[in-house]
């Protein structure tokens, strides 16, 4: 059973920084793209960022351009996302997201609120 923990979630003041962390467990085949989205109050969840499965090739919404940056560690099946310069519109609850091969996984969110 594939199963994804996330954490780092948090209160923080804008302009300060988070780091989220979201570890993969149960032994999957391959782990292939990995991603983290957001879901705001009301909103529609939404693609915050993507990292292909070597690493080479990261894409980001353009909302968090220049702030966030996602890696990841395939020794440890782990994804980060640095989150620095939040902004109150950051708020949301943050999703990790893995692909294997035929499957997604989804973590069960971490809260993230940004203060003004």
């Known amino acids: 059973q594939v199963q994804l923990v996330e954490s780092g979630g948090g209160l923080v003041q804008a302009g300060r920084s988070l780091r989220l962390s979201c570890v993969v467990s149960?032994?999957?085949?391959?782990?292939?793209?990995m991603a983290w989205y957001r879901q705001a109050p009301g909103q529609q969840r939404e693609l915050v960022a993507h990292i292909t499965s070597g690493g080479g090739s990261k894409n980001y919404a353009d909302s968090v351009k220049g702030r966030f940056t996602i890696s990841r560690d395939n020794a440890k099946k782990t994804v980060y996302l640095q989150m620095n310069s939040l902004e109150p519109e950051d708020t949301a609850v943050y999703y990790c997201?893995?692909?294997?091969?035929?499957?997604?996984?989804w973590g069960q969110g971490t809260q993230v609120t940004v203060s003004s």
């Open positions: 149960g032994n999957p085949l391959n782990i292939n793209d």
């Open positions: 997201n893995v692909e294997t091969p035929g499957l997604y996984y």
